[in-house]
């Protein structure tokens, strides 16, 4: 990763932010890999949606971080910290959808030194009705692999200026990623003297740690069912495993992607969000929708900044934003 002048602990000033060149060649970096997913997107049938970005409930399954309430006419309204209920929905208008949307999410503290965690991101989400985890694995590979290659063609400047080694950047994408299962992530960091919980998330060092032991990009499959939100599929067969996955970058830049199989029987939904303590009765809109009938999908969300941060070689995620939100940090 560079050592420039962006790699100090905390963002300089706008005025000096945005001037170096160091942001301008990072945000060119971003505004094409928008224009490669778009591209690949379009080319393969999915319609583009704007997403709300306020509403009764949001997405629970955020761990540890806190939801933003509003005041709407004298309801009780959130901000989005993932559009993943409206994706589901959506898809009674379109078989394919996607949206690029603002997501915030008050994490906790601690996260402010992760290099991997704002408090306001952007997340390229995807739906498909009637696809498997697998297909929707194979999406989020050729997106990446897409971005990365639309940026090594057109942004050889900008790489340069980010100290970004161009060739050693194609060959992290160069696939097919490896797929590991959540069990076997675990006992690896056993291995590694990390003492990681089998029955839950894998923790941000222990994430950390993982990424770093790989040199290409690699998925994980099958997360416990502790450990995610309602609307993660869980596995007829194997009861407790869901039917999901994390998508990690190596080189310690970690998780990039989250997606998996959706819940959409009305029946399990309001067992998993029982099961996961949340209050059907807050979900009336969505559950109606899936009293109805919402088709099966599987789906993803990547992180903008993330994959940002990963292509142009950046020391800490908030160095792929012009305006960042880092954790507890009062910031414009
Ligand atoms: P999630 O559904 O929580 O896994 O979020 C989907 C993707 O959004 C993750 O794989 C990350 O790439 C990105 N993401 C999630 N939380 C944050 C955060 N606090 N800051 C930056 N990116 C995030
Ligand atoms: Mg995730």
């Known amino acids: 990763m560079t050592t420039s002048v962006l790699a100090s602990d905390s963002p300089a000033p706008p005025r000096v932010r945005l001037r170096s060149p160091q942001l301008r060649a990072t945000l060119r970096i971003q505004q094409r890999i928008l224009m490669a997913v778009r591209e690949l997107l379009a080319a393969d049938g999915f319609v583009e949606l704007m997403p709300p970005t306020i509403g009764p409930v949001t997405d629970p399954g955020a761990r540890g971080a806190k939801q933003v309430d509003i005041d ?164 007829r067969t194997e009861p407790g495993v869901l039917r999901n996955f994390d998508l990690v970058l190596p080189d310690g830049y970690g998780e990039v992607a989250s997606g998996g199989e959706r819940e959409f029987d009305y029946a399990r939904l309001v067992m998993r969000m029982r099961e996961t303590a949340e209050n059907p009765a807050k979900y009336r809109w969505y559950l109606d929708v899936a009293r109805e009938g919402l088709p099966p999908s599987a789906g993803f969300g990547i992180g903008l900044e993330r994959l940002t941060r990963f292509v142009a070689g950046l020391p800490a995620v908030w160095q792929a934003s012009a305006f960042p939100k880092i954790p507890g940090v009062v910031s414009p």
């Open 72 to 235: 709407y006419y004298g309801h009780r309204y959130k901000l989005m910290t993932s559009g993943i209920l409206y994706k589901q929905a959506s898809l009674l208008a379109f078989d394919k959808i996607f949206n690029i949307a603002p997501n915030v999410r008050l994490e906790p503290l601690e996260t402010a030194t992760t290099h991997r965690h704002l408090a306001e991101f952007h997340q390229i989400d995807i739906e498909m009705a009637g696809a498997s985890r697998t297909e929707a694995m194979h999406v989020a590979e050729r997106l990446i692999q897409a971005a990365v290659a639309a940026v090594i063609e057109h942004h050889g400047n900008d790489l340069e200026i980010l100290d970004r080694d161009p060739a050693a950047l194609g060959s992290i994408v160069a696939g097919p990623f490896e797929l590991l299962t959540h069990r076997a992530a675990v006992t690896s960091l056993h291995q590694l003297g990390h003492e990681q919980q089998g029955g839950s998330e894998l923790d941000w060092v222990g994430e950390e740690l993982l990424s770093r032991e790989y040199r290409q990009a690699f998925f994980v499959v099958d997360y416990p069912k502790g450990s995610r939100g309602f609307y993660d599929r869980e596995s």
